[in-house]
């Protein structure tokens, strides 16, 4: 993953949507305490800042240093990069140096990208024991109108990366091997919380470009968004006129506690 957003991450800071407050408010219902919070794969902040709201530290990682450069700088929030593998020391070193301390681990857009067997042992390690959550989610192609939607579907179908096929599967099928939180009879995927963002035609060509396949193809020669791919886009933008529109992102969410394991 470490190398993946690293050549557009302005792009990522800039098209990435927010994730809603209801979501942040959800995860800190599940934790007993509030006192510290790690967000993997942090990218540009986006998790971390809401967290911040919530939680008296943060903890926010990622393997592209580049990212980090462009995440949000508030008092409690570290943040912090890391190798790709990260070993038990570096863990202890640059994360958390005492075990069960950590009272959530979340993951945004991110998990399908990971080492899940290494990346679970380390999280047994640092949460709280025996109610410490992990909660991890993604979130599926924006919808727009029927135009759009249909020119972006064809668009995803020729770009997307292998381990997006979890994404696609709406992470029912990731190996997820923790407890319900209190309330809940699973682990999910739940499907109640949606991103909901406003955004004009350049912006939503921004968050397009934000996507890992689209430098990968660059560097190869390929320009994803040519000329007539624009043109398919736009037109379908403009069916119901050509200024703001409303996008959702449905948010598919595991969660689940470590136990006393």
């Known amino acids: 993953m470490?190398?993946?957003?690293?050549?557009q991450a302005k792009q990522y800071a800039e098209g990435r949507p927010t994730y809603p407050k209801q979501l942040f408010h959800y995860f800190a219902?599940?934790?007993?305490s509030h006192d510290f919070a790690w967000d993997v794969g942090t990218g540009s902040g986006q998790a971390a800042r809401?967290?911040?709201?919530?939680?008296k530290n943060v903890i926010a990682t990622d393997t592209s240093p580049t990212q980090l450069e462009h995440a949000p700088k508030l008092p409690n929030i570290r943040y912090q990069h890391t190798s790709p593998t990260m070993s038990v020391e570096e863990l202890q070193q640059k994360v958390v140096a005492t075990e069960s301390s950590v009272d959530l681990v979340t993951v945004a857009q991110a998990m399908h990208w990971f080492d899940l067997p290494k990346f679970y042992e380390q999280v047994r390690w640092v949460l709280k024991k025996p109610d410490g959550v992990i909660a991890a989610w993604c979130y599926s192609l924006p919808e727009v109108n029927e135009a759009v939607n249909a020119v972006l579907r064809r668009f995803y179908d020729d770009t997307w990366d292998?381990?997006?096929k979890l994404v696609n599967e709406k992470y029912a099928t990731i190996d997820f091997p923790f407890e319900p939180v209190e309330g809940e009879a699973d682990t999910g995927p739940f499907d109640q919380f949606v991103i909901e963002?406003?955004?004009?035609?350049?912006?939503?060509?921004?968050?397009l470009k934000s996507w890992s396949a689209y430098p990968r193809a660059k560097e190869k020669g390929i320009e994803l968004l040519g000329a007539d791919v624009m043109e398919d886009f736009r037109r379908g933008w403009n069916?119901?006129?050509?200024?703001?529109?409303l996008a959702r992102f449905p948010i598919y969410l595991r969660i689940g506690k470590v136990g006393k394991q």
Do not use: H
């Open 2 to 7: 470490a190398n993946l957003f690293i050549k």
């Open 50 to 55: 809401s967290l911040a709201e919530l939680y």
């Open 162 to 164: 292998q381990e997006r």
């Open 29 to 32: 219902s599940k934790t007993p």
């Open 239 to 245: 069916v119901d006129g050509d200024g703001q529109k």
């Open 197 to 207: 963002r406003v955004m004009n035609f350049d912006e939503y060509i921004t968050y």
